[in-house]
């Protein structure tokens, strides 16, 4: 089942989303003429892990690490599926990367990683946008717009082996399957849950595969994991 969020003329609702339409409690909303896709859910936080694809690493010349390496974006950071992500003007080389993301789907401390798939509500994309240039992983990750998430959330998927790619004006950029994480999600999200308390709707993603690349203004960036679905956002200048 796929779950998504619109924003109506009368706040947001929340509703099973099948073939363009969002099935509430109080009705059916199409999407485009009752409203717009929100992020699918509606974080504490967003806990990225990053270095957990070997082929990465070995293309940025990264130490393979002993444990997940994890940098913590804010809620401000979220956009929604097709809304366009300004270009900084404090940067000069915006990066794109198209990661697997876990929603969090009850409050949740300490899991092992058998009991994580009864913690998780489902999976979605997310855009690690990151600002190369600048010093420091908050500096670099953790801008507003720096984590389009969408376009929905994906609730009956193993996420052990899921293909993905992403396009860059319909030019193919990266592809790769989950299969290659060097820490599964299972093991990240329990891995987390000894350091955080996860709240309902908080986003754990699991990293990129090789091939992050810049972006400019005008660019449209298409990140499918399949059987989840495509997250799309153009770059605009702000």
Same mark, same amino acid.
């Given at each position: 089942?796929?779950?998504?969020?619109?924003?109506?003329?009368?706040?947001? $609702?929340? #509703?099973?989303? /099948?073939?363009?339409? *969002?099935? !509430?409690? +109080?009705? %059916?909303?199409?999407?485009? =003429?009752?409203?717009?896709?929100?992020?699918?859910?509606?974080?504490?936080?967003?806990?990225?892990?990053?270095?957990?694809?070997?082929?990465?690493?070995?293309?940025?010349?990264?130490?393979?690490?002993?444990?997940?390496?994890?940098?913590?974006?804010?809620?401000?950071?979220?956009?929604?599926?097709?809304?366009?992500?300004?270009?900084?003007?404090?940067?000069?080389?915006?990066?794109?990367?198209?990661?697997?993301?876990?929603?969090?789907?009850?409050?949740?401390?300490?899991?092992?990683?058998?009991?994580?798939?009864?913690? $998780?509500? #489902?999976?979605? /994309?997310?855009?690690? *946008?990151? !600002?190369? +240039?600048? %010093?420091?992983?908050?500096? =670099?990750?953790?801008?507003?717009?720096?984590?389009?998430?969408?376009?929905?959330?994906?609730?009956?998927?193993?996420?052990?082996?899921?293909?993905?790619?992403?396009?860059?004006?319909?030019?193919?950029?990266?592809?790769?399957?989950?299969?290659?994480?060097?820490?599964?999600?299972?093991?990240?999200?329990?891995?987390?849950?000894?350091?955080?308390?996860?709240?309902?709707?908080?986003?754990?993603?699991?990293?990129?595969?090789?091939?992050?690349?810049?972006?400019?203004?005008?660019?449209?960036?298409?990140?499918?994991?399949?059987?989840? #679905?495509?997250?799309?956002?153009?770059? *605009?200048?702000?």
């Amino acid at each position: 089942m796929r779950i998504a969020r619109l924003l109506t003329d009368h706040g947001p $609702v929340t #509703g099973e989303y /099948v073939d363009g339409v *969002v099935h !509430a409690d +109080d009705g %059916q909303y199409v999407v485009g =003429r009752d409203g717009r896709l929100l992020p699918p859910c509606d974080p504490t936080a967003l806990y990225c892990v990053g270095r957990n694809y070997a082929a990465t690493n070995d293309q940025m010349d990264y130490d393979r690490p002993e444990e997940p390496d994890f940098f913590i974006k804010p809620p401000a950071a979220l956009l929604a599926h097709e809304q366009d992500i300004p270009y900084p003007p404090f940067t000069d080389e915006l990066t794109y990367a198209g990661e697997l993301a876990a929603v969090i789907g009850k409050r949740c401390h300490d899991l092992d990683p058998a009991d994580v798939p009864d913690a $998780v509500r #489902g999976y979605t /994309v997310l855009n690690d *946008v990151d !600002a190369l +240039d600048q %010093q420091g992983r908050t500096a =670099r990750k953790a801008f507003d717009g720096s984590g389009p998430l969408g376009p929905w959330i994906e609730t009956d998927v193993d996420p052990t082996s899921i293909d993905m790619y992403t396009d860059i004006n319909d030019e193919r950029r990266q592809s790769a399957n989950t299969s290659e994480m060097l820490f599964g999600p299972h093991e990240v999200v329990a891995y987390l849950s000894e350091r955080f308390t996860f709240r309902p709707g908080d986003v754990v993603a699991f990293g990129s595969p090789a091939n992050p690349g810049t972006v400019a203004p005008g660019d449209t960036i298409e990140i499918t994991y399949e059987g989840v #679905g495509t997250l799309r956002n153009s770059v *605009v200048e702000p």
